[in-house]
């Protein structure tokens, strides 16, 4: 569904990401995990253009998205959702404001159409009463179920999710990846999470592709990366007191 | 030599990363690099205000018209203390400085002229863009720039909704319209000042000073006066909104931003209202 082919890129003179090669598949929750500045987010970007490659092509479907303009951009972007790292929410505008604004300028929707799904998407994702309140007025949580919820009231095929449990407590977190795989499997929708919290890695992913100095060193699914034998992953797994002896291997 | 005047295929006016660049290798190449730099930035400017008309024509939208009344009134009305102060004592000032010096010829009851001239022509627009560009301009710049660098921007990209017709055409309308009426108040309220003064300070009696205003001041020297405002506002929207647009590494960028809005709009003003002065009077 979505696949990077050698995909190369510089940003302040560093490169981030060296000739990085993968695929994702349909309806699979894949998992990109790393440490702070491995390219992770740079990544994301690239498959909604929101960047564009050095060299390499990113292709959602059939159609190279690193190389779309105009239109045809906007349709492919049109199949994606995405839940960005702060949730970027419109200060300014309420949270049934913010979520309905995808509805009112691409649809023609009523007003009472528009309420009812804003109102419907906002339970989906476990929030109710919260329509009035201002970005502001919400917890770290809140505002990222809010970003969801707007990320997902026009339906997209593929969700991207931006460090979706980063700077929430650990119940808080288990919660977003709770809803991760819910709508995954309600929705059926593809989801792409970048994340540096392996035990939401483990959780939530189909499979784990791990980012290390600008290449991809491993693609498996969370049983198999719990057990790699790499030196950067084994690093990794015990730096969050993940070992092979622990709950995920009997999961 | 990193990426010197942008990337092919990423939006025009919108970086979303700090711009790398070796050092230059001299004296020269570094000034030939700001200088095409500035080039380029004023070209973006120009191919975002492009848009931001092209976006007119959609623009007539409920949210487009609250958006477009809310800048207004933040522009407009918010402004109104701080103009009013400034046009009054830039009025009395003239009025103080001309009226004294007239008075050696004995031709101080010629200050209603001096000064209802130069407000009109010059002060009226002068220093209403001034006052929009460090309130209403830094603000601009300040808003856009925190949301590109929490994302939001790419947010609206992401659901399809153009940045510039969202955020820029409202302001530009806004300011566009705004810009004269504060203007046509800095005029009266800075004519006013020098009444005072000419009555108070210098002998000149009110209705010698308004006869001798409205004498010889002309409708040309009120419209070019609010065509200057018409464009002054059109140069901080501009100049705001690009930079808001152009802000990247958080809190500091979107200081550098506010701060590079209103030294440019302040230069742009001041270039832009000489040109017009000598496209009409010369």
Redesign the interface.
Known sequence: MIRFEKVTRR???RLVLDAVDFEIEKGETFVIVGSSGAGKSVTL?HM?????PDAGRVWVGDDAVS?A?GAEL?RI??R?G?L???A????WLNVGDNVA??L???TDLGEEEIDRLVEERLRLVNLEDVAAKFPADLSGGMRKRVGLA?AIV?KPEIILYDEPTSGLDPVTSRTIDHLIDNLRRELGVTSVVVTHDLHSALAIGTRIAMLHEGKIIEVSTPEEFIRSKQEVVRGFLDAQYITQRGTWETA | MGPPLGRPGETAIIHREPEYFEPPINFFAHIGRRILLTLRNAGRSLVMLGEAFLCLRSAFTKRVRHEVLFQMFVTGIKSLGVITVVAMFTGMILALQTGLELRRFGQEVNIGTAVAVVMMREMGPFMTGLIIAASVGSAIAAQIGTMAVSEEIDALELMSINPVKFLVTPRLIALAVMMPILTVYTNILGIVGGAIVGATQLGVSLTAYFDNATRYAENKDLYVGLFKAVLFGIIITTVACHQGFSTSEGAVGVGRSTRKTVIISFLTILVVGYMVTRLFYS
């Not at chain 1, 909604?48 to 564009?52: D, G, M, S």
């Not at chain 1, 970027?88 to 200060?91: F, K």
Request: hydrophobic share 40%.
């Open positions: 940003l302040g003179g970007k909604v253009r929101l960047l564009t190389e303009r906007e972007r049109s994606f995405v960005f790292q702060g970027a929410l419109l200060q604004l995808p009112r300028e691409h707007r026009m």
